[in-house]
């Protein structure tokens, strides 16, 4: 009884101070002369529908660089410290998988890796963008470790996808101080139609790169992962 | 007329949440708590939908797709690590 | 015409939203944890079900998302409550003392050997 | 034999796309084209699931069936645990029983399996080969052929028809 009483109480507490939250709210209508200029220009100078997506890219696009090379560095020394011996397999003792999550998974995995495809090519017209898919390509990956633990993931496969994106977004980048005003400078193609696939100019071609390589790098995170499990 | 009875549903969604939230601290097992987690969630896509509704952006949808998604992952990697079989 | 359609629509999300709220009463007053996932998951599942479907109707432009999230939580939630079930079946969670019967034999499920799993 | 696989699982994951962008435009649809086949190239060799399906004008018609005896089942199974639910007292009867199928594709089982926890007091436990074992909460029958005839054939004999 007590216990119950106490368990009234927290709930109650947490609703007194999501309430408070609530009604203590007033968005800030007003932008300041930074986000305005992006409000205002951004359309225009980038053509993206999706805001966030011309700041991540183009303005910011070094940053998004930077980004993708500190997770690379994360999958790189991850894969270092858990370096399996060649031959050694999973001496564990699992539990099988029972038959219908198995039969789920599979027919699972491919709708998942489709949607973080769309999730990283619709990045400048919707919300989300590479990093995004490239999570939720992961997550597809966890899936079928899950279902079917004793599958070996090709690493080749993983470790060729990351390194062509990764050198194909450096060389757009680069591709832009040849034949346009800079370094990853979004007016290498043309603007194309506010609001449609092609659009926004290599804004969609850069984060499609981005995309396979954060889901390349969190792939490799999980797998080196799920690899060095052995019981001791 | 059709405003106010989704407003109506999303106040006895907000409940049912809120229920499940009960048995979510209680207890008494983990799995317990793992079920109102789930329901919990699933309850929640409802939700957002009304929300997307509301506020007219389909693009809510998509968080929604990724919220089930995870929660579907979720329940199953804890399932999963009860009968050690990760 | 469309009127009517919006008119039905909400009714039925808000029968979506009652049992939802049902199931969570289930989820609360059942004795055990397998009649808990029982009451959870089918109303939880329908209800869901219908308020995505009431809200096809009130905005038939967006069926794409609805139709794919429908079909996603029709597949997803039944899986994902067995495959709990069973996890929780085989670490012995306690059935209530109201059960009468207990036929899943506890010795036929031991760990397999990775090895059995490879030859699939 | 492989390529009705692979085809299968193109024309799932191109619905899925058109359902997702739901514009007809000619861009996108190129789009989706080439990443499905890209898709269901690569992930042909692991889903062999696809295999066992039968096309042919009946099992289409008797998919269409199949949806509407299972939504029935599940709202009737939906107002049985509201009845229970708001019942004072409480009528339950749990117990995990046993049961057996006839279907053997691994896609077929599964929709059984589905079906079978979204419908009236019955969760599917555990499966091994034919053998499924089904928590109930309201015991009918101990005896293995009575409680298939009870829980399992309504849904089997449809499914036997599209799975085999």
């Not at chain 1, 790169?209 to 080196?224: D, M, R």
């Not at chain 4, 739901?22 to 696809?50: A, Y």
Request: aromatic share 10%.
């Amino acid at each position: 009884m007590v216990k119950n009483s106490l368990i009234f109480i927290v709930l109650i507490g947490f609703a007194v101070l999501l309430a408070d939250l609530f009604v203590g709210f007033n968005g800030n209508t007003d932008l300041n002369t930074l986000a305005n200029h992006y409000a205002v220009s951004g359309p225009e100078e980038v053509g993206s529908a999706n805001l966030v997506t011309a700041v991540v890219v183009t303005y910011r696009g070094l940053d998004t660089l930077g980004e993708v090379t500190i997770l690379f560095l994360a999958a790189a020394i991850v894969s270092f410290l858990l370096k399996v011996e060649a031959g050694a397999s999973l001496n564990r003792k699992l539990r099988s998988t029972s038959e219908i999550l198995d039969t789920a998974s599979r027919i699972l995995v491919p709708v998942i890796f489709l949607f973080g495809i769309y999730v990283f090519i619709n990045g400048h017209l919707s919300p989300g963008g590479g990093f995004q898919g490239g999570a939720i390509i992961a997550s597809g990956l966890v899936l079928m470790l899950l279902a079917q633990p004793a599958k070996e993931v090709g690493h080749k496969l993983i470790t060729l996808v990351e390194s062509i994106s990764g050198i194909s977004f450096v060389l757009i980048g680069v591709a832009g101080v040849l034949f346009a005003a800079g370094f990853l400078d979004n007016k290498l193609l043309s603007l194309g139609k506010f609001g449609t696939i092609f659009s926004a100019g290599v804004i969609p071609i850069i984060y499609i790169f981005v995309g396979l390589k954060v889901g390349a790098e969190l792939s490799g995170i999980i797998t080196n992962l799920h690899e060095n499990q052995n019981e001791a | 007329m059709v405003n106010t009875l989704l407003f109506i549903s999303a106040i006895i969604i907000l409940l049912a949440i809120l229920l499940t939230f009960y048995r979510f601290i209680k207890g008494p097992t983990a799995p317990d708590r793992l079920v109102a987690f789930d329901v919990m969630t699933v309850s929640s896509l409802a939700l957002i939908g009304l929300i997307a509704k509301f506020s007219s952006r389909i693009i809510y949808l998509d968080v929604a797709i990724v919220y089930g998604l995870l929660s579907f992952l979720g329940v199953i990697i804890v399932s999963r690590y009860f009968e050690r079989g990760l | 015409m469309g009127n009517i359609l919006e008119i039905i629509g909400a009714v039925l999300v808000l029968l979506g939203s009652v049992f939802l709220f049902l199931g969570a009463l289930g989820l609360v007053r059942m004795p055990d944890l397998y009649n808990r996932i029982q009451a959870g998951t089918k109303a939880s599942t329908l209800g869901t079900f219908l308020t995505l479907f009431g809200l096809l109707l009130i905005i038939p432009e967006w069926w794409g998302k609805l139709v794919l999230l429908m079909t996603f939580i029709l597949i997803t939630n039944p899986v994902s409550s067995h495959v709990l079930a069973r996890a929780a079946h085989y670490i012995k969670i306690p059935l209530t003392d109201k059960t009468v019967a207990d036929l899943l034999n506890k010795e036929e499920t031991t760990y397999k050997v990775n090895e059995e799993i490879k030859n699939e | 034999m492989k390529i009705k696989n692979i085809a299968a699982i193109f024309l799932i994951l191109l619905s899925i796309w058109i359902l997702l962008n739901s514009q007809f435009q000619i861009e996108v649809m190129i789009i989706g084209v080439i990443l499905s086949f890209v898709i269901s190239i690569i992930m042909g060799s692991r889903i062999t699931v696809f295999n066992e399906l039968k096309f042919s004008f009946g099992s289409v018609f008797y998919t269409i069936w199949y949806l509407f005896v299972f939504l029935a089942e599940l709202v009737k199974s939906n107002l049985d645990v509201a009845r229970r639910v708001l019942t004072p007292s409480l009528p339950i009867n749990p117990g995990i029983i046993k049961t057996k199928t006839v279907l053997k594709s691994k896609m077929g089982r599964m929709i059984l399996a589905n079906s079978i926890t979204l419908t009236p007091g019955t969760l599917t436990v555990d499966i091994e080969d034919d053998i499924l074992y089904i928590h109930c909460i309201d015991v009918c029958c101990e005896d293995i052929d009575k409680a298939t005839a009870a829980i399992v054939d309504k849904f089997e004999k449809i499914l036997v028809k599209i799975y085999g």
